[in-house]
C-alpha cells in the first residue's frame, strides 16, 4: 500500500507539482498516492467552481472515497483533465468533493487514509504557496481553493505537513511576503527539486498549468524573467526557484484565510466565509468570466495572427521578459481557446526557442 497520501492543494496543477516533489523525494508509484479536488480554468471547464462526484462518470468508489480513472471523465458540460493527469503520471488519483464544506473533506481525507491502511505521512503540497495567504496581498487571486485542503488536513492525526514547492512561482505572494509567511510557519528547507521526469514534461506540452510549468523550467536550470497571465504578470526564476520548503500543516493555519473555513459543513459557507475576510473569492471571477465565454472559433496561423505572436513578444521582451508560457502567447493573441494548436505551429516554426515547458521570447 502506498506509504504517503499527497493532497494537491489547488487543484489539478499541483497534482503535476506534486509529482515532481515525490520523484525528487524518492517516491515511487507504489510510494505514494495523490488526492486532489477538481477545480480546473475555465478553458477546460466552462462551468465556473469545483466539481463535485456528481458530475463525473467513472469514478471508482469505495466507501467515501472516489478513485479517478483513465477511463474517467466528466459529464457534460462539464470539463476536467484529471482523468489523464491520471493516465499519464500514472500516480494512483483520488477525488476530493468539497460541497460539503471543510467537515466534508476531513471525512472523506480520513476514509482515504483508512482505504490506504495509514499512510506513514500525508503532504499537502502547494505550488508558489499562496496557501500561506492571510488575505493581506495585493496579488491573491486564487485562495479559497487552497484554503479548503489547508484548513482540511490540518484536521487530520499524524502530524501532516505542508510542502511548498517554487515559493513565489504562482504570482500571487510577492518573494517578500511568501519569506515572512515561510518564516512564521517555522518552516525547513529540505531539497531543491530534481529535473522533471519525461512523464513530468511530456504532461506540460497539453496541461494549461503556468506555476507547475515554471516550477519544471526552474527545476530543469532556466533563469530569467517569464511573463505570465492574461494580466502579464513578471515571475522571476533563480536558483531558489526550485526549493522545496516543509512545516507542520497547523504551523501554517494561524493567520491564515483558511483559518477562517474550519467547520464549514457546505461549499456556500465556505465561500461566504471567505468573502468575510476578503469580500470576494475566485469564484467571483470565474462567474463574470463564463457570462462572456464564448465557443472558440476555428484555430488559424496565418500571417495576421504570426505578426500578433511577434509584436506581443516584441513588447514583452522589452519589458524585460525573456520567457513566456505558451498560455500567455495565446491569451495575448486572441487563441486562448486553441493555446496547444499554437504552441504546436510555433515549436514547429522554430524548435530552438522552445525552453522545456516555456516560449523563448529572443
Avoid at 211 to 226: C, E, K, N, T, Y
Avoid at 267 to 274: D, G, I, P, R, V
Wanted: include cysteine; proline fraction near 6%; glycine fraction near 8%.
Amino acid at each position: 500500500m502506498p506509504k504517503v497520501l499527497l493532497v494537491a492543494a489547488g487543484g489539478g496543477g499541483d497534482v503535476i507539482g506534486a509529482v515532481m516533489v515525490a520523484e525528487t523525494l524518492g517516491l515511487t508509484q507504489q510510494d505514494a498516492s495523490v488526492a486532489t479536488l477538481a477545480w480546473e480554468r475555465l478553458l477546460v471547464d466552462p462551468v465556473p467552481g469545483p466539481r463535485s462526484v456528481n458530475d463525473f462518470e467513472g469514478l471508482l468508489q469505495r466507501g467515501n472515497t472516489f478513485e479517478v480513472l483513465p477511463s474517467t471523465r466528466a459529464c457534460e458540460p462539464y470539463g476536467s483533465l484529471l482523468p489523464r493527469l491520471r493516465r499519464d503520471l500514472g500516480y494512483q488519483q483520488f477525488l476530493l468533493d468539497p460541497l460539503a464544506g471543510v467537515s466534508g473533506l476531513v471525512t472523506q481525507l480520513q476514509a482515504l487514509e483508512e482505504l490506504l491502511d495509514k499512510p506513514r505521512e500525508v503532504w499537502l503540497v502547494d505550488v508558489g504557496g499562496d496557501v500561506l495567504a492571510t488575505g493581506n496581498e495585493a496579488g491573491l487571486r486564487s485562495p479559497l481553493c487552497d484554503a479548503l485542503t489547508l484548513a482540511a488536513t490540518t484536521q487530520l492525526g499524524g502530524a501532516p505537513r505542508l510542502l511548498v514547492a517554487g515559493p513565489g512561482l504562482d504570482g500571487e505572494l510577492t518573494p517578500t511576503e511568501i519569506q515572512d509567511r515561510l518564516r512564521k510557519s517555522s518552516a525547513t528547507l529540505v531539497a531543491t527539486l530534481d529535473a522533471p521526469s519525461e512523464n513530468v514534461m511530456s504532461v506540460l506540452e497539453w496541461h494549461p498549468t503556468e506555476a507547475s510549468a515554471l516550477l519544471a523550467a526552474s527545476a530543469d536550470g532556466i533563469r530569467g524573467r517569464v511573463e505570465i497571465r492574461d494580466a502579464g504578470t513578471p515571475i522571476d526564476l533563480t536558483p531558489q526557484s526550485a526549493q522545496l520548503w516543509s512545516m507542520p500543516a497547523t504551523d501554517a493555519l494561524p493567520g491564515s484565510t483558511a483559518q477562517d473555513l474550519l467547520g464549514t459543513t457546505s461549499l456556500s459557507e465556505a465561500e461566504q466565509a471567505m468573502k468575510g475576510r476578503l469580500g470576494w473569492t475566485e469564484l467571483d471571477h470565474e462567474r463574470r468570466k463564463a457570462r462572456t465565454l464564448r465557443p472558440p472559433d476555428a484555430f488559424r496561423i496565418e500571417h495576421a495572427e504570426m505578426k500578433a505572436v511577434r509584436a506581443f513578444e516584441q513588447s514583452a521582451a522589452r519589458r524585460g521578459s525573456r520567457y513566456t508560457t505558451f498560455r500567455r502567447v495565446a491569451e495575448q493573441t486572441g487563441q486562448a481557446r486553441h493555446w496547444i494548436e499554437l504552441r504546436a505551429a510555433l515549436v514547429s516554426s522554430h524548435p530552438e526557442r522552445l525552453a522545456g515547458p516555456l516560449w523563448r521570447l529572443s
